[in-house]
């Protein structure tokens, strides 16, 4: 039998209705992607006949490489069980996705874990139904009531849900933790750690490597307010720039100068907003963010959001009237590469797609050895699209004897060897 | 506090259908849910499964569109529990249409809100059987496999407090009857062969029922009250009520009374009228008919006081 067969005759057909497993292409994140889990559709005829989505975690057997084990772990799943449930009783109440049922499955070594099923952050604001209410709720609703209590490792507009009610709720329960004291024991280092500044990104793996992959409620504090803050600059203007080579003052900038004129002074207040956590780490107010916000929105004077840039009066390079024509065999190359590059960030490219895109670019970093965007374009696909840990280690290995000097190498170099070493 | 007060209430849910060997060595028509079960001797769930009339009452039931059998309805009383029946089409392994019953009964208390137990109990009843029609449609293995196993469900006591009713009148329908005893319970014309006494519809349905199905009374749609038919139903003596303990205060005495009669159902209002409306159209047909025979006699044998000249 196929995994797919003993999950359904596994699964209670008495108690889920309506089943429709979903396919690759429908499925969503890593544990679908690589088989580690399978996703449904179903109706809920215990709950009331709500709308619930199933995942199933098949526990790793014996033969499974390292990384299955690590990911998908008997011991691993049982954590994860333990930790909903710890999560279900906490109050004042975790604003996760509401958990119909999570238990091991009978005659088939899987952890089925279904919750109601809701609309993705990422899919309200694909279609462009997103905007500052929903990013007020972001910035209200997601912080937990103090820092020690609960952290969400991976937040990111696929990773948070908008219920039926229109609430806003974490999806990812995998990426939930529970603070045992003042620490957060972490099973996996897995997150989007190419959203963070460079400040706060440094400050993450300085703490997690000195507590041996643990973190501490101070620095999960800092990580989460500008994780929440991010997201709702997503959604209050309906997306933002590629983050390429990290988020940075020209990143910032890119936020501003890449929107509608109406939008200018919506841009203008993220990019205060967010401003401290780039420059220097800062923890940024959420509450304040919001409150700010809200002025914004009701149209009352907001004395944070006054400048987009602090060096505004500085005079800004002449931009040129039309492109600068590819000059190299790299700018030709590199251009070419641009609409594939797009769609990739569109989640537009299906895996077929994305694994010839990643052949065209393993190509590429044999040519343009020095270039360092190729690299962090293959990495980026390595290790946020494709999971492949092996991969990324080696690639990151020959980007660094490569570009020794490329500070953007190096992070990604630690990230790699930090995820390598789980 | 009453034993089945609000937010606690669970009921049981039984599966019927034809096509599985489960707790039958056969595939005619069998309980499936639950697979072992020695229900409390004298409840109603034990009536229903010692029920040998399934084939009489669901033979009319084959030709009856889905809709129609979604808006049957069956519910039996006993002293301390409800149980209502809902009906739905599937089919067999073979593309034969088969129909499968679903029952859900839950503790009531009569001095307590039966009309929220039962309506959604009902609702329940209603929402698994239509689940569950598609379930079981075609026989897939795995389910036959979950029957045979006794996994299909995990529990066979649902919550009913997060249903919704899907019928505005229960609260009348208990209220009726709350009035009279002897009652056994309520169904639709189709399904009052499962022991209920009280048909739900008119008093000319309630006299065509079949004497064997033991009508004692009919639940009239249009004025919300049980009509009896035979000596079988008596009303309640109401319970003398105790003196006031204290006197009324003169401020208190001034408030208004709740009416004696319940209002007027606003929803009934449509039915009224176009009951009134088909009588009305009845009586136009009827003239009719009677006029196109006064006109044709006319025709033939010509004018009555011309032929007495």
């Given amino acids: 039998m196929t995994p797919l067969e003993k999950f359904v005759a596994s699964l209670p057909a008495g108690e889920w209705g309506a089943l429709r497993v979903l396919n690759k292409s429908e499925g969503d994140g890593v544990m679908a992607d690589r088989d580690w889990a399978l996703l449904a559709e179903a109706t809920a005829l215990r709950h009331g006949g709500r709308d619930a989505f ?3 975690i098949v526990a790793a057997s014996n033969s499974a490489g390292d990384q299955t084990h690590a990911m998908t772990g008997r011991q691993r799943l049982e954590r994860v069980r333990e930790r909903l449930g710890a999560i279900a009783r906490m109050s004042p109440t975790v604003p996760l996705v509401e ?17 109601e099923r809701v609309t993705t952050l990422h899919t309200v604001i694909e279609e462009q139904r997103a905007g500052s209410e929903l990013a007020l709720q972001v910035l209200r609703r997601l912080a937990p009531a103090s820092p020690e209590l609960w952290h969400h490792l991976d937040v990111c507009p696929k990773n948070i849900g908008l219920t039926k009610s229109g609430a806003v709720v974490y999806i990812d329960v995998e990426s939930m933790y529970v603070g045992v004291g003042t620490m957060f024991e972490l099973s996996n280092l897995f997150g989007k750690w190419f959203r963070f500044p460079d400040p706060i990104y440094s400050s993450i793996r300085d703490d997690l490597q000195r507590n041996r992959n643990c973190m501490t409620a101070g620095v999960g504090a800092v990580k989460q307010a500008f994780d929440l803050a991010l997201v709702a600059a997503e959604c209050s203007l309906q997306g933002i720039p590629p983050f390429g080579s990290g988020i940075t003052e020209a990143w910032l900038q890119a936020l501003v100068d890449d929107v509608e004129e109406d939008k200018k002074p919506l841009a203008e207040f993220w990019a205060h907003g967010l401003r401290p956590a780039v420059a220097s780490g800062t923890a940024l107010d959420l509450k304040k963010l919001a409150d700010d916000l809200a002025n914004l929105i009701a149209g009352k004077p907001v004395t944070t959001a006054s400048s987009s840039h602090p060096k ?18 790299f700018d030709r190359d590199w251009n070419s590469l641009q609409p594939k590059a797009r769609a990739l960030r569109r989640d537009a490219l299906p895996r077929t797609e994305i694994e010839q895109y990643r052949g065209e670019l393993t190509a590429l970093v044999q040519r343009y050895a020095h270039e360092a965007k190729i690299w962090d374009e293959l990495l980026l696909i390595l290790i946020s699209y494709q999971r492949d840990r092996d991969g990324a280690l080696r690639v990151v290995r020959a980007a660094r004897e490569q570009l020794p000097q490329d500070a953007n190498i190096k992070r990604m170099c630690e990230i790699v060897t930090m995820w390598a070493a789980q | 506090m009453s034993a089945v007060a609000r937010g606690a209430v669970k009921a049981r849910v039984a599966l019927w259908g034809k096509g599985y060997r489960v707790t039958q060595d056969s595939e005619e028509f069998q309980r499936w849910v639950p697979r072992k079960w020695t229900p409390t001797p004298n409840s109603l769930d034990a009536r229903l499964d010692a029920f040998g009339g399934w084939a009489g009452l669901l033979q009319p039931l084959y030709a009856a569109s889905e809709r129609d059998l979604a808006l049957l309805r069956c519910v039996l009383f006993r002293s301390e529990e409800a149980l209502c029946c809902s009906f739905a089409r599937s089919e067999d392994k073979h593309k034969r249409p088969t129909v499968i019953v679903v029952s859900t009964s839950a503790p009531i208390d009569w001095d307590g809100d039966v009309a929220h137990v039962v309506a959604r109990s009902h609702a329940l009843a209603t929402r698994l059987v239509g689940a569950y029609a598609s379930t079981v449609k075609g026989n897939p293995d795995h389910v036959g496999s979950q029957l045979k196993n006794g996994t299909f469900l995990a529990d066979n006591e649902f919550p009913i407090d997060g249903e919704a009713p899907n019928a505005d009148d229960w609260n009348d329908i208990v209220r009726a009857v709350k009035e009279w005893s002897g009652i056994t319970g309520v169904a639709s014309p189709r399904l009052v062969g499962l022991g209920a006494n009280v048909l739900i519809g008119t008093q000319h349905e309630a006299e065509l029922a079949p004497t064997k199905a033991g009508i004692d009374g009919f639940y009239d749609v249009r004025d919300r009250a049980i009509r009896p038919l035979t000596n079988k139903l008596t009303r309640w003596v109401p319970r003398p009520v105790p003196a006031p303990a204290q006197p009324v205060a003169a401020a208190e005495a001034l408030l208004p009374a709740p009416p004696a009669a319940p209002a007027p159902n606003p929803d009934l209002a449509a039915i009224n009228q176009s009951l009134q409306e088909l009588n009305r159209t009845m009586t136009r047909m009827t003239e009719g008919v009677f006029e196109y025979m006064r ?3 006319e025709l033939i044998l010509g004018d009555p006081k011309r032929r007495r000249r």
């Fill in chain 1, 99 to 115: 958990i119909l049922e999570c238990r091991f499955l009978d005659g088939f070594d899987a952890l089925l874990i279904a919750m």
């Fill in chain 1, 312 to 329: 505004d009066s500085a005079p800004k390079p002449p931009t040129p009237a039309t492109p600068a024509t590819p000059v190299t065999d």
């Fill in chain 1, 54 to 56: 199933l995942k199933c």
């Fill in chain 2, 295 to 297: 006109r044709m006699q």
